[in-house]
């Protein structure tokens, strides 16, 4: 048979929606295979699971062999980083974990797998990719929650310390206290504590509450719904799909209209002398 014809078959199952969910389905019973074998089980058993993993590794194999020929078989393939992520979870798999000193290594590895899910589901792939460009901009808000952290557990430490050393006793202690009033757990023990002794330190839980839970953390949400509209008008473009795609053809559209009708002006201008 041609290369060109195999090329074809492979992309035509590449690109199959049947083989696709088949090879999620795969990806879900390998997480719960290696779930299955954190239970004390009849060693029967346990070497049919043994051969199913197996079974799923080399199944895994030809799946990226099917992609990596459907894609052009050239380093191309590699550009896209879900292909080597991929690439390199189903190639660690390979390695044997039996009588092997990286045997735990291994199987790690193998838990892992369930992540490929990620790079068969675009709505999660736009979730983690969204993810990853919006930590840089969430790292400077995160700076910033630290200073306030910082400075409103030093002002707690000398205010409170006396009033509960096991709260307030140093700056390190302090912190891990307010972090427990922002997440709101028991929180109104901590500042009713105080209360007894300063009236008006309701203002400072209230303010750093504002500041910090309300403030700074919706910073950060929108930081991460703004990456992942981003991304999202990302792969509709590429897929065409969507309001954004459409918005692109209309601008090709109308730049095109705008060029011909600019020739045929010059004609005009042009016959006119």
């Known amino acids: 048979m041609p290369a060109k014809s ?61 992609r990596f020929i459907a894609q052009g078989h050239n380093l191309s393939f590699f550009k896209k980083g879900w292909n080597v992520f991929d690439t390199l979870i189903v190639a660690a798999s390979l390695i044997p974990i039996d009588n092997s000193e990286m045997v735990l290594l291994a199987r790690l590895i193998r838990v892992f797998r369930v992540l490929r899910l ?12 969204a993810l990853l460009k919006a930590l840089p901009p969430m790292g400077y808000v995160l700076l910033l929650m630290f200073i306030m952290f910082y400075i409103y557990a030093a002002v707690g430490s000398f205010l409170f310390e006396s009033i509960n050393k096991t709260l307030w006793g140093d ?31 309701w203002m400072f839980y209230l303010s750093f509450i504002f500041l910090n839970a309300f403030v700074f ?3 950060m949400i929108g930081i991460v719904i703004e990456r992942m509209q981003s991304e999202q008008n990302a792969y509709n473009l590429e897929n065409d799909e969507g309001e954004v795609s459409e918005l692109r053809t209309i601008s090709e559209n109308t730049e095109a209209i705008m060029l011909r009708l600019e020739q045929l002006e010059a004609r005009l201008a042009a016959q006119n002398k």
């Open 118 to 129: 990620v790079s068969f589901i675009p709505e999660l792939r736009i979730l983690i990719s």
């Open 6 to 66: 195999i090329k074809n078959i492979l992309f035509t199952i590449n690109e199959n929606k049947l083989f696709q969910i088949f090879i999620i389905t795969v990806i879900i019973l390998s997480a719960l295979l290696i779930g299955v074998k954190t239970y004390d089980i009849d060693p029967t058993y346990l070497r049919i699971l043994e051969f199913l993993d197996v079974a799923i590794t080399y199944l895994f194999l030809f799946e990226i062999v099917v």
């Open 217 to 219: 953390l919706n910073m």
């Open 171 to 201: 700056i390190a202690v302090s912190m891990l206290t307010l972090f427990r009033v922002v997440t709101f757990e028991d929180w109104t023990d901590v500042m009713y504590e105080t209360m007894e002794v300063y009236p008006l330190s």
